[in-house]
């Protein structure tokens, strides 16, 4: 139990994972998970990212679980609205296929795919300006934590953030913690880290709006099933984002279980 009245959110994020009879599985026992041991909403909200390509067939597939999943993109356009912009999925067409909830700034897009400064805060924008609701990600290097500079790394990110939202708009955001040293490494920050991280977190958020207090603040690198629990534990820490784990129906199941468990 701690003392947070944030309803803490597993998310799976499954990157670009997996082939589509494999996901109808995922999704499948997922269900089967939830009918057996249902988790209440208000203790756990459990979301899942699929690939682009198969959004709107997971949303579809997710109709009739026990438990209301919810579905999210990992990415969309910089650009808003419709038109010539080949390859492009925008903030409008997801909310027309009511997919109401997007990652941005991923350590994956920012190092693989370039989206910089300027591309994030472009896609924070049109997100929250066409109502998407956001799961915005922070994180420093490796090198960066052996410098001392991750808090300056991540707080950057959180000023970068709070330079294109509105004051109303922080409602619609929640913030992944993702040292990228721990993404798909096994390697995860340990809940004290991650707690301090999250505690600096929350002490920015509270002086850029007076939502700061009620802001989820996920951590992602390397949850698996069995280290849920101590870090669910840590009082900032309100929820998952999890990728390899959230391959597997039993320990994404589990991992929401022990949000749920040990938050209430
Ligand atoms: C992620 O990429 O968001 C992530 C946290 O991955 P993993 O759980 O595999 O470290």
Same mark, same amino acid.
């Given at each position: 139990m701690s003392g947070s009245t944030i309803t803490p959110w597993v998310v799976g994020n499954w990157k670009m994972n997996p082939m589509q009879s494999d996901s109808q599985q995922l999704i499948q026992s997922l269900k089967q998970y939830l009918q057996a041991g249902p988790i209440d909403v208000a203790q756990c909200r459990i979301a899942v990212a699929p690939t682009a !390509?198969?959004?709107? =067939?997971? #949303? #579809?597939?997710? *109709?009739?679980?026990?438990?209301?999943?919810? %579905?999210?993109? *990992?990415?969309?356009?910089?650009?808003?609205? %419709?038109?010539?912009?080949?390859? @492009?999925? =925008?903030?409008? +067409? +997801?909310?027309? =296929?009511? !997919?109401?909830?997007?990652?941005?700034?991923?350590?994956?897009?920012?190092?693989?795919?370039?989206?910089?400064?300027?591309? !994030? %805060?472009?896609?924070? %924008?049109?997100? &929250?300006?066409?109502? &998407? #609701?956001?799961?915005? $990600?922070?994180?420093?290097? &490796?090198?960066?934590?052996?410098?001392?500079?991750? @808090?300056?790394?991540?707080?950057? #990110?959180? $000023?970068?953030?709070? =330079?294109?939202?509105?004051?109303?708009?922080?409602?619609? !955001?929640?913030?992944?913690y993702e040292p990228i040293w721990a993404i798909g490494t096994g390697k995860t920050a340990s809940p004290e880290d991650a707690q301090a991280m999250h505690e600096k977190i929350r002490a920015g958020l509270k002086q850029l709006t007076g939502y700061g207090q009620d802001i989820a603040i996920l951590y992602g690198g390397s949850v698996k099933a069995d280290n849920a629990e101590a870090l669910a534990a840590c009082p900032d820490i309100n929820g998952a984002l999890v990728g390899g784990a959230s391959l597997q129906a039993e320990s994404f199941y589990k991992i929401a279980q022990a949000f749920a468990q040990t938050k209430h």
């Open positions: !390509i198969a959004l709107l =067939s997971v #949303q #579809q597939q997710l *109709q009739d679980a026990a438990v209301e999943v919810l %579905t999210v993109a *990992q990415d969309l356009s910089r650009v808003a609205g %419709t038109g010539a912009y080949t390859g @492009e999925v =925008s903030a409008e +067409l +997801l909310k027309d =296929s009511a !997919i109401h909830y997007v990652l941005i700034g991923h350590s994956e897009r920012r190092e693989l795919f370039g989206d910089d400064v300027s591309q !994030i %805060t472009a896609k924070v %924008t049109h997100a &929250l300006n066409a109502g &998407l #609701q956001i799961i915005y $990600c922070v994180g420093e290097s &490796l090198e960066q934590r052996e410098q001392g500079l991750a @808090e300056q790394v991540v707080l950057q #990110q959180i $000023c970068d953030l709070s =330079s294109v939202v509105k004051a109303e708009q922080w409602q619609n !955001i929640k913030i992944a």
